[in-house]
């Protein structure tokens, strides 16, 4: 004799929270220079990775290609508007400082190669310099990384630019 059982009940993975201030592990906030964005080191979804808050629109924003299995992310640091965000970047338990461009989706490791422990990285409001700490002479000292002037800058909508 032979029975066959079936269902039909679809197993629905609990949702994290879409608002501030949970049961979850948030920390290392940093705010954008307009004051609108709020970018923090949250566990919500399983894994420790970075999260930005709109706090105009109440909201968290979808961060494509920024958090990735295996990958430990912390130290975020917001541009003015919120465009760039600086963060390091820990696989195989080996910091880089890294960078995230709204607009583009992309992240890049900035110190990729880098032969010195960094941390604490923070990046200016244009976007253009981050300054980190580095332990290139055997005790935490302070580099600055120009992007260069050919950057798209982080500025306000019909901001001139000053030429340098």
């Not at 929270?17 to 566990?43: I, K």
């Not at 890294?98 to 244009?126: C, F, K, M």
Request: hydrophobic fraction near 35%.
């Amino acid at each position: 004799m032979l029975s066959l059982l079936s269902a039909c009940d679809v197993f629905n993975r609990p949702q994290p929270p879409t608002t501030l201030n949970s049961r979850y592990n948030d920390e290392q906030p940093a705010l954008s220079g307009d004051g609108r964005w709020l970018a923090l080191v949250s566990n919500r979804n399983g894994t420790s990775e970075i999260l930005v808050y709109d706090l105009r629109g109440e909201g968290f924003i979808n961060l494509p290609g920024l958090n990735q299995s295996n990958v430990i992310l912390e130290s975020p640091s917001l541009s003015r508007t919120g465009r760039y965000l600086v963060y390091i970047s820990s696989i195989q338990g080996r910091p880089d400082v890294a960078l995230y461009d709204r607009a583009t989706r992309r992240a890049e490791l900035l110190t990729q190669g880098y032969r010195n422990w960094v941390r604490n990285p923070h990046i200016s409001s244009d976007g253009r310099y981050i300054v980190f700490e580095t332990a290139r002479r055997g005790q935490w000292d302070l580099e600055v990384f120009d992007r260069g002037p050919l950057i798209e800058l982080d500025i306000p909508d019909g901001t001139p630019v000053e030429k340098p």
